[in-house]
Structure formats: C-alpha cells, structure tokens
C-alpha cells in the first residue's frame, strides 16, 4: 500500500473521472501552471518541425515490416480520470492483443524488429506532440495508463488513483527512476512525490534524467 491519504469505499471500475475519495491535497501554483503550459506548446512545436522527418522515416519502416498501420491510438485516462487518446507509433505486432490486454515485458516477443528500437530510443513516443498540444498531456508528470490496468492497479494498491489529480506527461519521475522496471506501487509512490513536491527546478531535472534513459535506453521494454 503506498503512503498516501485516502478513505476506503467501493471499487472504482468503470468510472470516467476521479473518484473524491482519493483526491490528495496538491498545492496549486498558477505561475507554475501558466508557465509550463507555454513551455510544453512551444516545447511541442519545436519538437514536432524537427522530428517530422524521423516519425515518417519509422512510420515506413514499421509499415514495411509488419504491413499494418504505422501509428496507433490507445485510450488512457488523464486529469481527473477523463479519458483520451494516447498516439504512438506502432511497436508490437498486429495480434499483440489477441490473447487480451497485458503490459509490456522485458524482451517482449510481440515487439517487432523495427519496435524494439523505436522503444529503447522512445521514437515511438514522439507522435504524443499532438497531446501535448492538445492538452492532454504535459511534458513532464505521471506517465497515464490504460483504464482497465489503473482500476486493476488501485484494487491491489490502494491509492494508485491519487496520480490522476494532474497531467499526465510524456515523461516523468517514475519514469526516469526505473520505468518499467518498477512495480505500480513504486510507480505511484514516485509519481506521487513529484506531485507533491513539482517545481521548474525538479522538472528540469527530470528533463535532463530523461535525456540520460534516451541515451542509455533505460527502463525500455
């Protein structure tokens, strides 16, 4: 169980926003808020004139080697537990889900050839300038997941929800801290922190933890 503040009630399934109960107490800063809005727009726009060429370079190889869509569309859940849609180009195969939903793990043999490099270099990523435009996400704050994974997560650790009162973001503090490689619950213990301790000065360090995990692939799967 991670250690935050929240009163027991009924299980979550099936709701589309964030239940009361498991809201924790987050300090608001409308300068930071502000700021980092316009940080992430331009960040996002920067970004997407310069990757466009490498997006569409892999949209073809990944097109190439599997002979299916380049890029997919997952529902995620956001701020307050509304859903939306994550982009990403494609990395696993097409019948990745044929046995039904599961996370991603280590040496994942669903993972094509052309994904497990786009995964361990995060290419597969870079379509989610479009949520970071569309303020879906943010740069920086809890990496969102899938609906049914985040209602199975908070019935075995209670309170896993409570990462849903910000932005998600594209990275995070979980996410330069061990990734994939950590369990839900060490993951909500992360996110949670940042979310009670988020500053330009933290996220800056994020920012630049994220370049090392780019550049090592660490936490990749």
Do not use: C
């Amino acid at each position: 169980m991670i250690s935050v503040e929240h009163l027991d009630a009924n299980e979550p399934k099936k709701k589309n926003h964030m239940p009361e109960k498991y809201i924790i107490n987050v300090k608001r800063n409308p300068l930071y808020d502000f700021f980092s809005r316009w940080v992430d727009i331009l960040f996002a726009l920067v970004l997407g004139i310069f990757s466009g060429p490498v997006i569409l370079l892999f949209a073809l190889l990944v097109r190439i080697e599997d002979n299916g869509p380049s890029f997919y569309k997952q529902e995620r859940l956001g701020k307050d537990g509304e859903k939306f849609w994550i982009y990403k180009l494609r990395s696993m195969r097409m019948d990745a889900e044929k046995y039904g939903m599961q996370w991603a793990e280590r040496d994942d043999p669903r993972v094509t050839k052309v994904g497990k490099f786009i995964r361990l270099t995060r290419i597969d990523e870079l379509p989610q300038v479009l949520n970071l435009l569309n303020g879906d996400m943010k740069l920086i704050g809890p990496r969102p997941e899938r609906p049914e994974l985040t209602y199975q997560f908070e019935e075995e650790t209670p309170g896993f929800m409570n990462r849903l009162v910000v932005k998600p973001g594209v990275t995070g503090w979980a996410q330069v801290n061990g990734g994939y490689e950590i369990t839900p619950a060490e993951k909500a213990e992360l996110d949670i922190y940042y979310i009670k301790h988020r500053t330009f000065l933290m996220d800056i360090k994020i920012i630049l933890k994220t370049i090392k995990v780019v550049l090592t692939g660490e936490g990749a799967r």
